[in-house]
């Protein structure tokens, strides 16, 4: 499985983006999909995760009410919508899946959100 991301860029505060995350290969292996993101000198955390049969959603408490993950199975594509995007969110998003029965990880190359104030 590989994993392509889109629709990163530069935002003023209060603005909105839309990230998209291509898969390619064998997309039937996975089991969950998810948002990571990664700020200059911190850890990588966890956004959003939606699993690929029931989709539910489990969201990271600072983007709760203005995050959304969705994802289109047909189209092998997931999204997340970002609005009232503030400077604490600037870092590297990266799409993340979970794939075969051992749930290995793989990962995109990330894409840059910059949120000015």
């Known amino acids: 499985v590989q994993l392509v991301e889109s629709g990163g860029g530069l935002v003023q505060a209060g603005g909105s983006l839309r990230l998209s995350c291509a898969a390619d290969g064998s997309t039937f292996s996975i089991n969950a999909m998810g948002w990571y993101r990664q700020a200059p000198g911190k850890q990588r955390e966890l956004v959003a995760t939606i699993t690929i049969g029931g989709g539910r959603t489990n969201y990271a408490d600072s983007v709760k009410g203005r995050f959304t993950i969705s994802r289109d199975n047909a189209k092998n594509t997931m999204l997340l919508q970002m609005n009232s995007l503030n400077p604490e969110d600037t870092a590297v998003y990266y799409c993340?899946?979970?794939?075969?029965?051992?749930?290995?990880?793989?990962w995109g190359q990330g894409t840059l959100v910059t949120v000015s104030s």
């Open positions: 993340n899946a979970r794939v075969g029965v051992r749930n290995l990880e793989v």
